[in-house]
């Protein structure tokens, strides 16, 4: 089946849309791939919906959503040389709004908008069932790492750097028992949100330039990795409602108290750092044999050069990879996991792993929008 994936996640910079050939349940093959960015104007607009959340502004969104979503469909679609009319779905996660794990995750961008615009079917609101089932309603994309991305040799670490960074161990390839997944804490939210705070101008540290000059404040990165989110074991996700705007203003304070004079670089290089030490106390803390197998790195920190060389730093001697140079585009690998977990539903088959989420049990996710 051909199939289109749409991801926007949590550092709000675009929807990614994914081509995907479902060959099987343990192979998938990308045929095109492209990220929408968001105009400055429709950034302005999630960010506001998100401070003032008001049902008007919440269901403006969700209506401009569903056609920044298929606009990035359509354009994915040309990309590949494909024709709409030869796509036979399309898998939609949608912005996420709101997360609160157990209780209730909302995610929009209207699903019945993709559909009057591709005239295929649309498989949304994924994270609602496992919710349902007990669940927290993440992570959902281990499902994925299992079936398509983990070692035939052995055990393998999928860590993606979003604006929330998640991990999934898997023991082998295509094994979803003995499966460990979780969100370990920020990833470029924090970043990003320092960096605009700081610098105007900017969205996010390109290339981590800023914070490569800046020097970390180590004892506000230890203060910080107190909180509770850090203690707690998995099953456990979270999101921008605990890593978001207010938090990173909470960390330049930090910074700012504990070295009078402090520049805006060393409030970034701060926030890297404990990216990094988050990623990997979490990693040595609640996953099995890490020392074995390899961490194969995606999302948009693994463009951030400072990211990669902590990481490779701090849990050596484990080898640390590039998604792209095992698989594909790393900035794919959501979209593409989506378009399966999507596959999965129109064949009526799980997409959670109750062990990563929580849920009672192995549960078909999402909802279908027929054209």
């Known amino acids: 089946m051909l199939g289109i994936g749409l991801m926007s996640g949590t550092s709000l910079d675009g929807v990614d849309a994914a081509v995907v050939e479902v060959v099987g349940e343990h192979e998938v093959r990308l045929v095109a791939f492209l990220t929408r960015p968001y105009a400055a104007p429709e950034h302005a607009e999630i960010l506001e919906a998100l401070a003032d959340g008001g049902p008007r ?76 089932a007990g669940g927290q309603g993440a992570p959902l994309v281990p499902l994925a790492d299992a079936m398509l991305f983990g070692a035939p040799e052995g055990p393998r670490t999928l860590l993606n750097i979003g604006g929330i960074a998640n991990v999934t161990w898997v023991p082998t390839a295509g094994a979803v028992e003995g499966v460990v997944a979780f969100d370990t804490g920020p990833g ?16 996010f540290d390109m290339h981590g330039a800023h914070a490569a000059a800046g020097e970390p404040e180590h004892a506000v990165v230890q203060r910080l990795l107190a909180a509770d989110f850090f203690e707690a074991s998995p099953p456990k ?34 926030a890297a750092a404990l990216t990094v030490r988050s990623i990997t106390d979490q990693c040595r803390r609640w996953l099995p044999r890490l020392s074995r197998g390899d961490l194969v790195i995606s999302g948009g ?47 009526g088959m799980p997409g959670n792993v109750p062990a990563a989420t929580g849920a009672r049990g192995p549960r078909v996710l999402g909802a279908v929008t027929y054209p």
């Not at 969104?61 to 469909?73: F, I, N, S, T, V």
């Not at 295929?120 to 919710?131: E, G, K, L, N, T």
């Not at 990481?311 to 378009?339: I, N, Q």
């Open 57 to 132: 502004s919440l269901a403006m969104l969700h209506r401009h959503l569903g056609q920044w979503l298929a606009e990035a469909a359509i354009a994915a679609a040309e990309r590949g040389g494909v024709a709409l009319a030869d796509v036979d779905f399309v898998a939609s996660h949608g912005q996420t709004v709101w997360h609160e794990p157990g209780r209730a995750s909302l995610q929009l961008g209207c699903a019945a908008t993709l559909a009057e615009a591709l005239a295929v079917p649309v498989v949304s609101d994924f994270r609602a069932r496992d919710i349902a």
């Open 188 to 203: 470029v939210a924090v970043i990003d949100a320092v960096t605009s705070m700081l610098y105007e101008d900017l969205r």
């Open 237 to 270: 996700s979270t999101g921008r409602e605990v890593f978001g705007p207010a938090y990173a203003a909470a960390v330049i304070e930090a910074v700012r108290a504990a070295r009078p004079g402090a520049s805006p670089d060393d409030c970034i290089a701060t």
């Open 301 to 347: 920190g693994a463009r951030n050069p400072v990211l990669v060389e902590g990481l490779r730093a701090s849990l050596a001697p484990l080898s640390v990879r590039s998604f792209d140079d095992v698989f594909f585009d790393g900035d794919a690998k959501e979209a593409v996991a989506f378009a399966y977990l999507g596959w999965r539903t129109l064949e």
